[in-house]
């Protein structure tokens, strides 16, 4: 019987006429990267790595297709990445639409009622989906949350109260992942949770995630940013500092080198370390495939927090 060839039949290439010695440059180097990332495909294989997206990497297309890419591919080489998001410019966005007016206090918004909706409806309902459906078009099986699936997050108000409903992580309930961690779901969590009376509170993502990352044992937290790390000095990208120790860490928010936005972000990976995380990063996600560079070569992007002391 005459076989019929099927629409993904593997496309025959003739063996190149070249030698190993005689492979252009470019071959050489993706023979080198795909040789480097090796060891660090078996040695995270099975470890959890929880990934905070946000920043220019969640605004810009085709920096959105690379990182979706990079977690569809940590997930496809036995890696098991957590996602977690905010969506700050969207809720901007759409606050702006329904002419919702924005409230600040001490440089901090506050989150009324009103605004508390169009937070958790753009978050778990606009965002999240995104996220879901960009991961899953490239082969990842990845799954929608928030804080109130399975009480996944338990929030409390945060500071005062004077901010209105902006929370802190109360808990976390990891038995929610544990069983989609094992069938090799990638969990994509919007940081939106309610207090034990049912009152939806909008988390830093930041916070989420390095709480996340210490209830799961994380081999890693990763924070994907706006900036190429920890800087000496915040108006030169060339005084990166790409290893802090935590004592190091504190040391530089004591003395104001860590200021800013910067601060909380450093101070994330700070009690998520000294939780039993084994190491937290700080890297640029206006850089094209940031995770796999930090993740799977030696030398990495950005800061590496590690050390308990």
């Known amino acids: 019987m005459e076989s019929t060839k099927s629409s993904e039949e593997v496309v025959f290439r003739p063996p190149s006429n070249k030698s190993n010695s005689q492979l252009s440059g470019d071959d050489s180097l993706r023979v080198s990267v ?35 890419r990079d977690i569809a591919l940590l997930s496809s080489v036995g890696v098991q990445p957590v996602v977690v998001h905010g969506g700050g410019p969207e809720i901007n966005h759409w606050l702006g639409k329904l002419d919702i007016p924005a409230k600040f206090l001490e440089g901090l918004r506050v989150t009324d009622s009103a605004t508390m909706d169009v937070v ?3 978050l778990v309902g606009r965002v999240n989906k995104q996220i879901v459906n960009g991961l899953n078009n490239l ?4 799954v ?38 094992a069938k090799n779901y990638v969990p994509v969590i919007s940081s939106v949770a309610p207090t034990p009376k049912g009152q939806s509170h909008n988390i830093n993502a930041d916070t989420v995630s390095g ?50 936005g910067m601060t909380p972000k450093t101070e994330c990976c700070i009690r998520a370390l000294s939780q039993g995380v084994n190491a937290a990063h700080i890297i640029d996600g206006r850089v094209p495939h940031a995770l796999l560079l930090e993740v799977f070569t030696n030398a990495g992007i950005g800061t590496m927090f590690t050390g308990r002391g």
């Open 34 to 68: 795909l040789s480097e990332a090796l060891p660090y495909i078996q040695r995270f294989a099975g470890r959890r790595i929880v990934i905070k997206y946000g920043g220019a990497a969640m605004a810009h297309e085709n920096l959105r297709e690379a990182v979706f």
């Open 211 to 260: 709480e996340l990352a210490a209830a799961l044992e994380a081999e890693k937290l990763i924070l994907l940013t706006d900036t190429p790390g920890v800087l000496r000095d915040q108006n030169d990208a060339s005084s990166l500092i790409p290893h802090l120790r935590l004592s190091e860490a504190r040391d530089l928010i004591a003395k104001g080198i860590v200021n800013g």
């Open 144 to 181: 929608g949350l928030s804080g109130s699936d399975g009480k996944l997050i338990e929030a409390r108000t945060w500071g005062d109260g004077r901010h209105g409903l902006v929370g802190d992580v109360a808990r976390i309930n990891r038995d929610v992942l544990e069983p989609l961690l």
């Open 120 to 122: 958790e409806m753009v």
């Open 139 to 142: 082969g990842a099986l990845a």
